[in-house]
């Protein structure tokens, strides 16, 4: 069992910047590959992010190739994600996952059904 804790949201404006960090518990990080996820009013939650066990391998959707970038520091059993250029579409609750199956470990997973814990979320709002 791992227990997932986003921060980092908040109010930006556009073209703005905001990190996002994802603290694990229980169990160690280290044994999971991530994901970032969001979810906007009204939508679908969508993958945003993911990034394999050992961090080497790491996969954006399109929306936001370029713009954000997802690391973690298993030795602080932590997940990041750096959101630069910011953009109103982006306004979402932006969610951790962690995933535990052995294809995901090694390259990342995008589907939801694949990730095993979920953070809370926390609000990202981009004003125009």
């Known amino acids: 069992q791992v227990q997932l804790v986003e921060s980092g949201g908040g109010l930006v404006q556009a073209g703005g910047s905001l990190r996002l960090s994802c603290a694990a518990s229980?169990?160690?990080?280290?044994?999971?590959?991530a994901g970032w996820f969001r979810q906007a009013p009204g939508k679908e939650r969508e993958f945003v992010s993911t990034i394999s066990l050992n961090g080497r391998r790491t996969y954006y959707h399109d929306s936001v190739k370029g713009r954000f970038t997802i690391s973690r520091d298993n030795a602080k059993n932590t997940v990041y994600l750096q959101m630069n250029s910011l953009k109103p579409e982006d306004t979402a609750v932006y969610y951790c996952?962690?995933?535990?199956?052995?294809?995901?470990?090694?390259?990342?997973?995008?589907?939801?059904?694949?990730?095993?814990?979920w953070g809370q979320g926390t609000q990202v709002t981009v004003s125009s």
């Open positions: 229980g169990r160690t990080f280290s044994s999971y590959a």
């Open positions: 996952a962690a995933a535990r199956r052995g294809a995901c470990l090694d390259y990342g997973c995008y589907r939801l059904v694949e990730y095993d814990y």
